[in-house]
């Protein structure tokens, strides 16, 4: 008892260890390094934004957003889908990821999040930006609305910016995930509508001069459109750079993905090359445990008769 | 003989939903909840580029061509000269800024008629109203009538009359500065060689949300005090709203005036006062007065035009339509100085269309995506018939 409560992982018999490493560590491995990825791009859009405001606003410090989006963007619009991604995802099923346990190299090597990731995330979010700035500015600039009045303050480019944002960095949440279970929809979704819900009700608690900002906004023309580009604009580059690469260099989680898409596999426990712990289908005298006080173990495993098996087995052709 | 018995499954609904409810929570703690595994296959996403591209470059052409047909005259007037006087107005104003009323006249001449709803505005440049500290200096509260002394605004707060310290309405630089240059529009008409003026409208030229946040705090007036029991609901600022000087106890622009008598102007408002902003339409003063209210709506960018006035395209008139085209003249009045800043001062005449002003920003944009979209979709079908791996 002692043990397991001073551990970071417990399993209760050694054919766990297995599972345990090829699918719950494998799926961590993931998730942990999709959630950094996302967490560090979604945060540099939002910052940057800023500083290609202050070129504008005389580099007087003078923040883009309203005050209360500010506070409630990393806790309440955006933390939620991540949140769920880091639950749920996953990107073959439990059987695949017992069947190929190539599955695990990218752990081994820090493939999904190392400098070079890290690196292309911060430029991600520095391109988002740009993109998301530069366009409303362009639209918005001496705008007016079709009954002339204008349309080019400060608060509401601060909410077009912001409206845009939210659904930028939903969108990319939802290219993100490959795993959409019920949560993740109802988070996703839930998301962009609690945004909305909260910016129409709340706009004028801190800074009355938000007040009709999102209102106005929304019954603009100009603002849909754009808002159209700039989800083009940000989402067709990374849904062509995911097919090319799955096109041209699949890894072995994409083969993997293409596979239980196009045919259902079932589970066949006896091609499986863990022949060892196969047998937990029958019942043993032996057990496992390590404190125990019947026989175990030791006298099969030295003997070698294990072994052999092993090393008399062709491995399994990958497709 | 055997007879066989069969076994009816007779599960309550009850059973059944607790049933399910394990299920479902033996799925989700399993990590088997049913789930959408979306893929990005060949035959789902080169066609969606592709009418994406196409419709793109579309919606690009269309927005070009609806910003084309909107008609818009600009008239830089930073440096014009009135009619007598060895300098021009922004030098006159430069060398003493107490000087008042130099008027200056232009021509202009309207090639095309300008279609129906046509809207006046007045252009600054190099003027940052998005600054913080700009931004900062005003009292949001002090604007929806609930007249108060600020420290926001300093130091434009106070203004110093006779030795005594009197609050300021509206307080703060974005009160102070309030553009205060004025036009007046008139159509020659050559057959007659008659000048028209322009009926121009100053309402309804702010947000109407904005308008429901400024009040005149009329209400303060007889805040203290209530109606004679018989008048029940009736109050006496209710007895005539339809004509302001018939209502209350007498008129209104009084009343704003008394309102705000313990207050007082910007400095740089000189011997203009807030009650005087619209002396005509009692709607449109004191701190209703809508140029006020379009005035602190403060802009994003350095580079802005805010909404002067609209044409009063009276039903019955010449102007019911458009704004014709033909020779105007052009007086204003120029009162706010701004070559100390380098900046320019700018009247627009423009109408809109469905979307917006004149700006040609996003259909190129749209145009400009949409074709490197259908390269970029050309060239992945390429890659992927060449080099795309075919899975087994």
């Known amino acids: ?319 | 003989m055997r007879t066989k018995v069969r076994i009816i499954n007779t599960k309550s609904s009850k059973d059944k939903f607790n049933e399910f409810l394990e299920s479902t929570i033996k799925a989700f703690k399993q990590q088997q909840l049913p789930a959408w595994k979306p893929f990005f296959t060949c035959g789902t996403v080169l066609p969606s580029f592709f009418l994406l591209g196409i419709a793109s470059v579309t919606i690009g052409v269309g927005l070009l061509f609806l910003s084309s047909r909107v008609q818009q005259f600009e008239l830089d007037y930073t440096h014009c000269w009135p009619l007598y006087g060895m300098t021009s107005c922004a030098q006159r104003l430069e060398d003493n800024p107490d000087s008042e009323g130099c008027k200056c006249w232009y021509k202009f001449e309207l090639n095309e008629d300008f279609e129906s709803s046509v809207y006046i505005y007045y252009a600054l440049t190099n003027y940052y109203q998005n600054h913080r500290m700009y931004e900062n200096s005003m009292d949001s509260y002090q604007l929806s009538g609930k007249l108060q002394a600020s420290s926001d605004c300093a130091p434009y707060q106070y203004k110093e009359i006779y030795g005594q310290l009197v609050p300021i309405v509206p307080c703060g630089i974005v009160g102070n500065t309030f553009f205060n240059d004025s036009f007046r529009i008139w159509r020659h008409d050559l057959i007659s060689d008659l000048a028209q003026e322009v009926p121009l409208l100053f309402t309804g030229i702010s947000w109407p949300s904005d308008q429901n946040m400024f009040h005149n705090p009329i209400e303060v007036v007889y805040s203290n005090f209530t109606n004679p029991p018989n008048w029940r609901h009736r109050h006496i600022w209710q007895l005539d709203p339809k004509n302001p000087n018939n209502n209350g106890l007498r008129n209104e622009a009084l009343i704003v005036k008394v309102v705000y008598s313990n207050f007082t102007n910007p400095p740089n408002w000189r011997h203009r006062h807030i009650w005087q902003l619209d002396p005509k339409n009692p709607n449109n003063n004191g701190l209703r007065n809508e140029a006020l209210i379009v005035w602190f709506r403060t802009a994003a960018f350095p580079e802005f035009r805010k909404l002067y006035a609209r044409i009063n395209h009276l039903i019955g008139s010449v102007y019911e339509r458009s704004l014709p085209n033909g020779h105007y003249f052009l007086e204003i009045s120029y009162n706010y100085p701004v070559i100390k800043f380098d900046g320019h001062k700018s009247l627009i005449i423009s109408n809109t269309s469905w979307i917006g002003g004149r700006n040609s920003f996003l259909g190129i944009a749209y145009i400009i995506f949409g074709v490197i979209e259908l390269i970029m979709t050309l060239c992945l079908l390429f890659i992927y018939k060449k080099y795309g791996m075919r899975y087994s």
């Open chain 1, 1 to 319: 008892m002692q043990a397991v409560l001073s551990s970071d992982f417990s399993i209760a018999q050694f054919r766990f260890l297995e599972r345990l490493l090829l699918v719950h560590g494998r799926w961590s491995y993931l998730r942990m390094c999709k959630f950094l990825r996302y967490f560090f791009y979604k945060n540099f859009t939002f910052t940057l934004c800023h500083l290609w405001y202050a070129f504008f606003s005389g580099f007087s410090a003078q923040t883009l957003y309203d005050p209360i989006f500010i506070s409630c963007y990393n806790v309440f619009y955006t933390s939620l889908p991540v949140l769920a991604m880091g639950i749920f995802d996953q990107d073959v099923d439990d059987r695949v990821s017992l069947r190929y346990p190539l599955l695990y190299t990218p752990g081994h090597e820090g493939l999904l999040f190392n400098k070079l990731e890290f690196l292309k995330s911060v430029a991600h979010g520095i391109v988002s930006s740009l993109i998301l700035f530069f366009i409303p500015y362009g639209t918005f600039r001496n705008a007016v609305s079709t009954d002339g009045v204008n349309l080019d303050d400060h608060q509401l480019f601060g909410t077009v910016v912001s409206t845009m944002l939210v659904l930028v960095v939903t969108a990319q949440i939802a290219l993100d995930t490959a795993y959409w279970t019920i949560f993740n929809h109802v988070v996703i979704w839930g998301s962009v509508a609690f945004y909305f819900a909260t910016t129409l009700v709340l706009s004028d608690l801190f800074e009355m001069s938000y007040l009709g900002a999102l209102r106005m906004t929304l019954s603009s023309g100009q603002f849909w459109f754009a808002l159209f580009l700039v989800l083009t604009i940000l989402v067709v580059p990374v849904v062509a750079t995911r097919f090319y690469r799955t096109s041209t260099q699949p890894s072995l989680s994409d083969r993997c993905r293409y596979k239980q898409r196009v045919s259902r596999l079932r589970a066949r426990p006896e091609r499986l090359v863990r022949r060892g712990s196969a047998r937990t289908s029958r019942r043993s005298v032996r057990s496992g445990y390590a404190f125990a006080h019947q026989e175990g173990f030791g006298r099969l495993i030295t003997s070698g008769k294990i072994m052999k098996q092993h090393k008399s087995e062709a491995p399994t052709p990958m497709p």
